[in-house]
């Protein structure tokens, strides 16, 4: 069974980076697509990014392009979010979920998702 | 990015059924076949219910089914039951400059 287990919550001061590590099990890692989101109290989902794990190649969220960066350990079948300059709007919990390969490509849903990492940025 | 419009809150007795509506633009609903619907409870990762506008995951009850019509996609909920208490979120493929949009949640109560 497909399964993505992420890091632990984190705080950090305005300024700051963090790094979310999304470990994957069940599948060939390089396989899937690893897509990034986030949902900040209260708030929908709000879609971030991808990395293909196979080739590294990366796609971002126009607003979010300055900030973030996604990369993969294939050796450990896991993937990294970092974000950097970290303000207090970022407050949110962060999820990675796949995006299997179809017959015409790559999947434009995303099943299973991580368990979420809460990031919270307070000075 | 403009998120997809879904109500806030929807409500129905047990049994019944209730519709979740996601309404889009031509440049995401409405253009293309990639709409998908999530259940959330709190605290818990986002679970996927429907695919591709209408096809359903193996595992997901037959009491979840979806449609499309023009720029809104729908989720039904067919003889709800307690546990269908949860939030419900759709997400499209775009062409624009984000390719996924979000809706912004819809809070279904069982009464």
């Known amino acids: 069974q497909v399964q993505l287990v992420q890091s632990g919550a984190e705080v950090k001061r305005p300024g700051a980076s963090v790094e979310v590590s999304c470990e994957a099990s069940g599948h060939r890692f390089s396989g899937y697509y690893i897509h990034w989101f986030r949902q900040a109290p209260g708030q929908g989902l709000e879609w971030m990014g991808w990395?293909?794990?196979?080739?590294?190649?990366?796609y971002f969220a126009q607003s979010l392009q300055d900030r973030v960066t996604l990369t993969r350990d294939t050796s450990i079948s896991t993937a990294y979010m970092e974000l950097r300059s970290l303000r207090s709007d970022d407050t949110a919990i962060y999820f990675c979920?796949?995006?299997?390969?179809?017959?015409?490509?790559?999947?434009?849903?995303?099943?299973?998702w991580g368990q979420g990492t809460p990031v919270t940025v307070s000075s | 990015q403009s998120a997809l419009t879904q109500p806030a809150s929807v409500s129905g007795s047990p049994g019944q059924s209730i519709t979740i509506s996601c309404t889009g633009t031509?440049?995401?609903?409405?253009?293309?076949?990639?709409v998908s619907w999530y259940q959330q409870y709190p605290g818990k990762a986002p679970k996927l219910l429907i695919y591709?506008?209408?096809n359903r995951p193996s595992g997901v009850s037959d009491r979840f089914s979806g449609s499309k019509s023009g720029i809104t996609a729908s989720l039904t909920i067919s003889g709800l039951q307690a546990e269908d208490e949860a939030e419900y979120f759709c997400c499209s493929y775009s062409d624009t400059n984000t390719p996924y949009v979000f809706g912004l949640g819809t809070k279904v109560t069982v009464l």
């Open positions: 979920a796949i995006a299997p390969p179809t017959d015409v490509g790559v999947a434009n849903w995303f099943d299973p």
């Open positions: 031509r440049s995401d609903v409405g253009d293309w076949e990639d």
């Open positions: 990395i293909n794990p196979a080739s590294g190649a990366t």
């Open positions: 591709d506008v209408t």
